[in-house]
């Protein structure tokens, strides 16, 4: 008889730990979806060219080229420019 309680026990306790963590899993989700929506929107901040963009370099199959990015650290440019860089 001991031994069915006690099993009773542990099994209530499990179901318990088990439900808080989903529980807290379920209510977690609004802080990652607030996280996710700031990041598409600041990622979609410069996309309709009122950002600030600078030169940067990057290495190709044919060679080195200049491109105007949001991260680029040169001199400012016109979004999404590319030229070839010597």
């Not at 379920?26 to 600030?52: C, W």
């Not at 370099?57 to 080195?64: A, K, S, Y």
Request: net charge negative.
């Amino acid at each position: 008889m001991r031994k069915k309680i006690l099993s009773g026990v542990f099994a209530l306790a499990l179901l318990a730990t088990a439900g808080l963590g989903v529980h807290k899993s379920m209510n977690g989700n609004a802080d990652l979806n607030d996280l996710a929506l700031a990041n598409v929107e600041a990622l979609a901040e410069n996309e309709g060219g009122g950002g600030e963009c600078r030169w940067a370099t990057r290495e190709t199959w044919q060679g080195w080229e200049a491109i105007c990015i949001s991260t680029g650290v040169g001199y400012n440019c016109t979004c999404g420019e590319v030229k070839p860089y010597y």
